[in-house]
């Protein structure tokens, strides 16, 4: 890890360099595998949440009535609001948890479980440093929610930004480098 030389006061200081810059097909490896892997640790939560929500449903049966519609018949006392409850709350929590196990893994180490199979990290663009919680949460969100719904021109763009920077890393001042 090298560290860019110091200009004197006044003159722009250019950014630092801390290893070679990730390209787009590393990156997209990387977020394909989070995407697989974190995914497959939701699934410890959202089946058996699924499983107790349609467990209350299951002294209920569908009536035909008519061409192409039907209704859902229950006894009373089904389905039961509290497991249907239950299973969304089982559910939603699990998606947080794994939600914040990736941004503290992204924050603590700047590697995600994807990012240290292909063999990139995020860091601080001027320390080199791993970029923290906070940050780690902002980039996630402002990826999820700016750069991913404006066509994912926020991903894409790093494909013509000088430092290969994305919406996400500049809004944090970060930089994906090879590990």
Request: charged content about 15%; overall charge positive.
């Amino acid at each position: 890890m090298g560290t860019a030389a110091t200009f004197p006061p006044g003159y722009p200081q250019p950014p630092a360099v801390f290893g070679e810059r990730a390209n787009f097909g590393t990156r997209l490896g990387a977020w394909l595998l989070d995407g697989l892997l974190y995914g497959l640790l939701s699934l410890v939560f959202v089946i058996p949440g699924v499983v107790l929500i349609a467990t209350s449903f299951r002294n209920c049966r569908t009536v035909d009535t008519g061409p192409d519609t039907f209704d859902v018949v229950c006894p009373p006392g089904e389905p039961s609001g509290a497991a249907i409850a239950g299973g969304i709350a089982l559910i939603l929590v699990g998606m947080l948890a794994v939600a914040m196990l990736y941004v503290w893994a992204m924050g603590k180490t700047g590697q995600t479980w994807g990012a240290r199979i292909v063999g990139v990290k995020v860091i601080d663009e001027r320390s080199g440093s791993p970029i923290g919680f906070g940050r780690a949460l902002g980039r996630s969100l402002f990826a999820s929610f700016i750069s991913a719904n404006v066509f994912y021109l926020g991903y894409l763009w790093m494909l013509w930004d000088d430092k290969k920077q994305t919406w996400q890393d500049k809004v944090v001042n970060s930089v994906v480098v090879r590990t």
